[in-house]
């Protein structure tokens, strides 16, 4: 089992960055892929990004392609989720999951999840 803790969520302008940082504890976590996906208000959870378990492998949604970049480090149990040029339409809660096996963008294939944590981008 793993436990998933995020942080680096906050209010940020358009055009401005922020990094998203998931800390997770528990067992082998290097055998877990990891993902990150983020609901809206009145919004379904939709996928953001996924990384492999040993990082060779990534997915980003269309829609942040060329602005967010997954990345993990499997020595300090973390995965970052590094978002720029952010949008109003990026504003959500955003949750980081983990999951046994290949990396998935169906939110419903992971097995672990954060709390997650704000994101707000005012225009």
């Known amino acids: 089992q793993v436990q998933l803790v995020e942080s680096g969520g906050g209010l940020v302008q358009a055009g401005g960055s922020l990094r998203l940082t998931c800390a997770a504890s528990?067992?082998?976590?290097?055998?877990?892929?990891m993902g990150w996906f983020c609901q809206a208000p009145g919004k379904e959870r939709e996928f953001v990004a996924a990384?492999?378990?040993?990082?060779?492998?990534?997915d980003v949604a269309d829609s942040v392609k060329g602005r967010f970049t997954i990345s993990r480090d499997n020595a300090k149990n973390t995965v970052s989720l590094q978002m720029n040029s952010l949008q109003p339409e990026d504003t959500a809660v955003y949750y980081c999951?983990?999951?046994?096996?290949?990396?998935?963008?169906?939110?419903?294939?992971?097995?672990?999840w954060g709390l997650g944590t704000q994101v707000t981008v005012s225009s």
């Open positions: 528990g067992r082998s976590f290097s055998t877990y892929a």
């Open positions: 990384i492999s378990w040993g990082g060779a492998r990534t």
């Open positions: 999951a983990a999951k046994t096996g290949t990396l998935s963008t169906t939110w419903s294939s992971y097995n672990y």
